[in-house]
């Protein structure tokens, strides 16, 4: 299966003179000035369609998008022209006194995504996830600094999160490798619950519905002991990507969560940087919740990788508050709503919607689940395959019976991810702390573009890479 993708020269385009100059030398500078200090980073001359190629004319399948950005493969046409002529048009404006077409009509697509169910009335374009994470807390605020409700503080969030890498998106998270060094200049009116996180936390003999109630009561007495009345926001991913892999939430949880801000005032902050856009077989993975949430963060396939730009989508309970309040929302940023961004961001919306693209995402997917069951039900190694849409993860357990993560620095997931990488395909290792020890999974988001033969060979690689890894520990 590899040979279809290994070392396959793709004789349309072969990489030019110039990419060739750019191969790292034979002889590695151990002193590289691109943000690694350590590692050898790949370098990839070009990118077409669903591929990436190396300097040596390798062709890899991009099965993670990055890390789930890349949502309708790279290289395409309609989206370069629709960036390049917002740069001959207008490249730049300050959103204190401008805006463009380009800002508006993202904002009203994103909008209309929701606006009868879920009632988001207006969107905050920013660059990246973290920065959507760090809109949003402040807007939460600034809700309750309106409405007279100072003594709001305090946020509460999950173990095993990821909402960024920047101060207030940190002290949210709980990424505990990325986070430590840190942790003493983080502010601290942060709690954290129980992650719903149900191969490795429910317990025998309890069904679906008690996990979910026994998380809920678990907030509930979390929000109890600081004093509901001090709580601005509760903050979660719907389905959690990089610390515990395409994990949801067992049923009734989020209705669970949304009745009890509800009841104590508190505003419901879904982060669907990674989940959302379609991701999970529906435009927002809360839908599939029956839920609306107060607040929305959503980045990654947003610009599909073309351009960094996120946003913050904010219901008409905030927005109508926050504009009958004291202040305007201060939170400008010197790029948000760069017109280049919102152009690229634009064009790549609309063709996932003229396309239909996020059905395509749903029904790719269960063919995807399908023949990741089929691969890797009884491997060894393989605790766990969960997943929604195109939004798939594999765990990997030293101990099945006792879903016992392997010792750290093993890093099962990473040798996998290597070794795939190798035959040809490219996936997005992951780890997350279980009980203490560091768990490792792998994340599979290929773009929504993806053919069935690709599925194949993506699961077929990642199957002689498992075995290769399982031969290894
Ligand atoms: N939120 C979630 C759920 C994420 O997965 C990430 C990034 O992986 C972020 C926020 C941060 O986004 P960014 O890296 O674009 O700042």
Redesign the pocket.
């Known amino acids: 299966m590899a040979s279809s993708t290994t070392n396959e020269t793709a004789s349309s385009t072969e990489p030019s003179h110039e990419d060739m100059a750019l191969q790292p030398p034979a002889v590695q500078d151990p002193a590289l000035l691109h943000r690694s200090l350590t590692q050898q980073p790949h370098l990839v001359t070009h990118a077409q369609g669903n591929y990436l190629y190396l300097p040596n004319g390798q062709k890899v399948l991009d099965a993670c998008g990055g890390?789930?950005v890349a949502i309708i493969g790279h290289g395409n046409a309609e989206v370069i022209a629709a960036t390049v002529e917002q740069m001959q048009k207008v490249s730049y404006v300050h959103t204190m006194s401008y805006t463009t077409s380009s800002a508006e009509k993202l904002a009203t697509l994103l909008l209309s995504k929701s606006s009868d169910m879920h009632k988001l009335t207006k969107a905050y374009l920013v660059g990246?996830?973290?920065?959507?994470?760090e809109a949003a807390l402040k807007a939460a605020r600034q809700y309750f600094v309106e409405k007279g409700e100072l003594q709001r503080c305090h946020f509460v969030a999950r173990r095993q999160?990821?909402?960024?890498?920047?101060m207030g998106?940190m002290t949210i998270s709980s990424n505990l490798p990325r986070k430590e060094p840190y942790n003493d200049i983080l502010p601290t009116n942060v709690s954290f619950v129980s992650p719903a996180y149900a191969y490795q936390y429910q317990r025998r003999g309890e069904t679906e519905e008690e996990y979910s109630e026994r998380l809920i009561q678990e907030l509930r007495r979390e929000i109890l002991r600081i004093g509901h009345e001090k709580v601005i926001s509760f903050i979660a991913?719907p389905v959690?990507?990089?610390t515990s892999g395409c994990t949801s939430a067992p049923k009734g949880y989020f209705r669970g969560i949304r009745e009890m801000c509800d009841e104590f005032g508190i505003l419901l902050h879904l982060?669907?940087?990674?989940?959302g856009v379609g991701r999970t077989g529906t435009y927002f993975a809360f839908e599939q919740e029956g839920i609306v949430p107060d607040i929305v963060?959503i980045?990654?396939g947003l610009g599909g990788g073309y351009v960094?730009v996120?946003a913050m989508l904010l219901s008409e309970k905030v927005v109508d508050v926050l504009r009958g309040g004291t202040s305007a929302f201060n939170h400008g940023q010197t790029f948000q709503a760069h017109p280049v961004a919102c152009a690229a961001g634009l064009a790549v919306q609309n063709i996932i919607k003229r396309d239909g693209l996020v059905e395509s995402c749903a029904k790719a997917g269960k063919h995807l689940e399908t023949l990741l069951r089929d691969a890797f039900t009884n491997c060894k190694y393989v605790g766990d395959i969960r997943g929604r849409g195109l939004f798939w993860a594999l765990e990997f357990v030293e101990d099945r019976s006792s879903k016992r993560p392997f010792k750290k620095g093993i890093a099962f997931g990473e040798m996998v991810q290597k070794t795939a990488f190798e035959l040809g395909v490219a996936f997005y290792p992951g780890t997350g702390t279980v009980n203490g020890i560091e768990g490792d999974h792998i994340l599979i988001a290929p773009p929504f573009t993806v053919s069935n033969n690709e599925l194949f060979t993506l699961v077929s690689v990642l199957k002689q890479a498992y075995e290769v890894a399982e031969k290894a520990v």
């Not at 990246?128 to 994470?133: I, L, Q, T």
């Not at 999160?161 to 920047?166: A, D, I, V, W």
């Not at 982060?271 to 989940?275: A, I, K, L, N």
């Open positions: 890390a789930a990246s996830g973290s920065e959507a994470n999160s990821y909402h960024g890498n920047t998106a991913e959690v990507g990089a982060d669907e940087v990674m989940c963060t980045g990654k960094p996120s």
